[in-house]
């Protein structure tokens, strides 16, 4: 019985152990599931990670229950005739009618329509003839100078520039079908280094304007910044941005951190508050406030709680966008706050949350970084809720990288580092222009005229 009863502890222990090498094992491979299953729309993970099988995109958007399309009483758009068209054809009816009778024309009764066309650009070529004066007393011998643009025996206008200029940075078309675009739509046979000219030229000429942009996200009092990777001599750069609803900069550099953004220059002088993704660099500059991009934070979210099971993260996300929604329907009342009772209670609910969220070595590594980082960085976080003026994520920047990134997709990366620099200032040009309601086109015109600035900051009249 001794001998039973010893072996009995022993099979005991060994169930013990094993259960415990089964226990562990199952976290581990839910774990491991977990990540595998992590993309960019439930992590911070870049979209280029997900692959062919990222699946349909998930979102963070409460449904509003309407129907797509125009909702009841929104007034359609509907083209209008042009008062006054280029050219009027008259049509006449039939001169003999079926019966035999004769027809006769009605000129004041008509039923008009309108067909709109484009006529493809004329291309012209204005020849300049220096002419020579001789001074009749001295005999010295005087040349007319050539007007600017002028600067070879046969050059390219400003149209043609801006046109370059448009089609490679704000289009992103690449070098070769922008030549192609030329020579199909205008008969004109433009190399490729012509069109990079065109670029170095809009690059010093912009250098005004950027200064302007970076002086007026400086004044700022919000301003959201973002960066993402970018490749450029076949290396790995970093694209920074730095916006408003009304001014945009891009800057090109080796490094991703506080050393590329003391060399751009706008965070060490920016006093306002700073909404970025919790890149820890961006907390080096004390001397402005900082404002959480929620919908990161909603992305981990969705993670812990779809492919972990985390339950207070779903109690954390529901909390979050409850606050947003109470947020927009004060915005509605032309309200600028909430009350104080109604912050406290949304704050020690936050609180409340946090406390039941696992932080020990033992908990998944995602929940305990970002149970941490939420209690850490709570002022952050809620800053939405104490100022309207924060937004609730940093979505205005990472649309303003969108676009620059697509760039790289089309074309593979730069090939030069003053390439890419030349696009950013460029990009940074266009991307103000149409947030302040400006021609694109005309204002690339105005770089090549020189008026850069004054275009995107009119001289105040008085």
């Known amino acids: 019985m001794e001998e039973l009863q010893a072996l009995i502890a022993v099979l005991k222990e060994e169930n013990r152990i094993l259960r415990s090498v089964v226990a562990s094992l199952t976290a581990e491979i839910k774990e491991l599931k977990a990540k595998l299953n992590k993309t960019s729309k439930n992590s911070n993970k870049p979209p280029s990670s997900d692959g062919p099988k990222k699946g349909a995109p998930k979102n963070s958007r ?3 229950g309407k129907p797509s399309g125009g909702q009841p009483g929104h007034k359609g758009v509907t083209k209008e005739l042009n008062p006054a068209p280029d050219a009027v054809v008259e049509l006449k009816p039939i001169t003999v009618c079926e019966c035999g009778g004769e027809v006769t024309d009605q000129t004041d009764v008509f039923t008009v329509r309108q067909v709109t066309d484009v006529q493809l650009p004329k291309v012209i070529t204005i020849e300049y003839r220096a002419n020579e004066g001789v001074c009749e007393k001295c005999g010295k ?7 600017k643009g002028a600067d070879s025996t046969v050059s390219y206008g400003e149209n043609v520039q801006s046109i370059a200029a448009y089609l490679t940075n704000y289009q992103l078309l690449p070098l070769k079908r922008t030549t192609e675009l030329f020579k199909d739509l205008l008969g ?4 490729q280094g012509t069109i990079v000219s065109a670029g170095k030229e809009a690059y010093d000429n912009l250098a005004e304007a950027e200064a302007c942009i970076k002086e007026e996200l400086i004044e700022s009092d919000v301003v959201g910044f973002d960066e993402s990777g970018m490749r450029v001599e076949g290396k790995n750069y970093w694209l920074h941005s730095a916006g408003t609803e009304s001014a945009t900069l891009y800057a090109i550099h080796k490094k991703r951190g506080y050393e590329a953004m003391d060399a751009i220059g706008i965070l060490p002088n920016f006093m306002g508050t700073a909404i970025h993704d919790h890149w820890k660099s961006y907390y080096h500059y004390d001397q402005c406030a900082h404002g959480e991009c929620n919908a990161h934070v909603l992305r981990t979210l969705q993670y812990l709680y779809e492919d972990l099971g985390i339950e207070w993260a779903l109690e954390m996300a529901c909390l979050l966008l409850r606050i947003k929604k109470h947020i927009d329907l004060s915005k509605l009342f032309d309200a600028d706050s909430l009350e104080q009772e109604d912050i406290e209670k949304y704050e020690e609910a936050y609180r409340k949350i946090l406390n ?5 070595k033992e908990a998944p590594d995602d929940e305990r970084r970002l149970a941490n980082r939420l209690l850490k960085y709570e002022q952050e976080t809620l800053l939405f ?3 309207f003026d924060v937004p609730f994520t940093n979505n205005l920047s990472e649309r303003d990288i969108r676009m620059p990134k697509g760039k790289q997709k089309i074309s593979g990366g730069f090939r030069t580092e003053e390439g890419a620099m030349t696009f950013a200032r460029i990009r940074s040009y266009i991307s103000t222009a ?3 309601g400006k021609s694109v086109f005309d204002g690339l015109v105005a770089v090549f005229k020189g008026g850069a600035k004054e275009f995107l900051y009119p001289p105040n009249p008085s």
């Open 62 to 64: 409460v449904p509003s």
């Open 141 to 147: 011998i005087h040349k007319a100078s050539f007007p």
């Open 188 to 191: 004109l046979k433009i190399s």
């Open 356 to 360: 039941g969220a696992d932080r020990s």
């Open 385 to 387: 809720m104490i100022d």
């Open 434 to 436: 149409k947030k302040k």
